[in-house]
């Protein structure tokens, strides 16, 4: 009995019908790192390294979010954080988040006392736990259409608005009788 006592997840185990105990060791779950940590696939190095038009301080910036990832590929922090902690100017910073979202390598979230927050596409990264990975997947997929969704409808918008101003110039021109068809 001695030697079970020293062994972790020892488990005493009572047979219903006889009474007999009987000791039996299971392998018990344990964190074997101290610190944070989450799961990178490697094909998205190769994706990410493989791209020239990733500067080195794009790669800063991505590895700087990719610290402050949380469950689910959440990341919270400001770009003023981000320029305080990598000693760099507010415009690179926010060039290179824009390059990261028109890469599609993060996703725009809502503002959380006025601070943009973003999701990490888990097709390059994961955190949390792996049985959810698939449904997290589809759920990236869903927020890249909604936001391609809202960026097709501005630009329809701006459209509109530019044939709308286009439209009144002509009309004006008409007027004025100095219209190229006119002539």
């Known amino acids: 009995m001695g030697s079970f006592d ?20 299971v392998p018990v779950k ?7 940590y989450f799961c990178m696939f490697q094909k998205s190095l190769d994706l990410i390294s493989e791209d ?22 959440f990341i919270s922090i400001s770009q003023k954080e981000i320029c305080e902690q990598l000693k760099m100017h507010k415009p690179n910073v926010s060039r290179s988040i824009n390059k990261l979202l028109e890469k599609g390598i993060i996703i ?18 994961y955190k949390g736990h792996l049985k959810n990975l698939k449904q997290e997947r589809k759920r990236h997929l869903e927020l890249v259409e909604e936001q ?4 097709d409808v501005i630009e329809n918008l701006k459209n509109k608005e530019k ?7 002509a ?12 002539f």
Do not use: C, W
């Open 108 to 125: 725009k979230g809502p503002r959380l006392n006025g601070i943009y927050t973003y999701t990490l596409n888990a097709n390059y990264a």
């Open 30 to 36: 344990r964190n074997y790192f101290d610190e944070e």
């Open 163 to 169: 044939n709308k101003k286009e439209l009144s110039d």
């Open 148 to 151: 391609e969704t809202e960026r």
């Open 171 to 182: 009309e004006k021109l008409i007027k004025n009788k100095k219209h190229p068809t006119l």
């Open 6 to 25: 020293r062994l972790k997840g020892k488990r005493e185990i009572q047979d219903v019908k006889t009474g007999e105990v009987a000791y039996a060791v």
């Open 52 to 73: 020239r038009e990733l500067t080195y301080d794009d790669l800063r910036v991505l590895l700087k979010l990719f610290r402050h990832l949380d469950m689910k590929n």
